[in-house]
């Protein structure tokens, strides 16, 4: 079935542990994108990428970083979890940049204590 | 600053009609976009408004005003499978998406 996979689905993590949550794609979207969900708040953009071997800063980027090594993959990493990173992570993609229409994987629940 | 404002939750009953507004602050504008999301689950795309007016798709509407930076989305005969929240994201000069907080909607039998 196409669409977007994330990895994994629920974690908790001590403060200070590096974390990677994966997210993949079978639909051959240029664009991709991460954010993160807190209650009362809208959806905040940690980073994208454009196209493969490009990335961005989103507006709330810092503790994470991630890479673009080709169309289908886009892992979001954080270096030394924090409890303010207890948060729903959603990865997302579309065709190109300009296109508005977002398929979002199912969300990565983490929890930093 | 950029911004997107909507009420925080809505209730209605089933079968009628509601409305969930939606007001915006955008670094220029390249359209409107309104996303469902039931409670635990990912956000899934509604409706996309870029000109002014009135975007119908089945039992959802979406109007779009430029000029007043206003939206609404439009829930006609209601189900109970339509509780849910309603997000609202406009889309700046640079083609990010500004998301609202979302409208949490509460469907009455």
């Known amino acids: ?31 991709m994108y991460w954010y993160r969900q807190d209650l009362g708040l809208g959806l905040r953009l940690i980073h994208y990428s454009n196209t493969a071997g490009t990335t961005g800063k989103g507006e709330v980027p810092d503790g994470y970083s991630v890479s673009r090594a080709n169309t289908d993959d886009f892992p979001l990493t954080l270096a ?7 948060s729903v992570y959603f990865c997302a993609s579309t065709p190109d940049s300009d296109t508005g229409e977002l398929f979002f994987g199912e969300g990565s629940r983490l929890t930093v204590l | ?33 309104w996303y469902q999301q039931h409670a635990g689950e990912a956000p899934t795309f509604l409706s996309y408004n870029v000109l002014d007016g009135l975007e119908e798709k089945g039992r959802f509407s979406s109007f779009l005003s430029r000029s007043k930076g ?15 929240s309603y997000l609202c994201a406009g889309m700046d000069s640079n083609y990010q998406l500004i998301w609202g907080a979302g409208t949490k909607l509460i469907i009455k039998p």
């Open chain 2, 70 to 84: 206003y939206s609404y989305l439009l829930l006609k005969e209601l189900q109970m499978k339509d509780s849910a």
């Open chain 1, 80 to 86: 030394s979890a924090v409890p303010s990173q207890t």
């Open chain 2, 1 to 33: 600053g950029q911004n997107i404002d909507q009420p925080t939750e809505m209730t209605a009953t089933e079968g009628a009609i509601v409305q969930i507004n939606c007001t915006y602050q955008t670094s220029g504008f390249n359209g409107l976009f």
């Open chain 1, 1 to 31: 079935i196409a669409g977007i996979t994330q990895a994994p689905t629920s974690q908790i993590l001590a403060a200070g542990r590096r974390m990677t949550l994966r997210c993949t794609q079978d639909m051959r979207h240029n664009a």
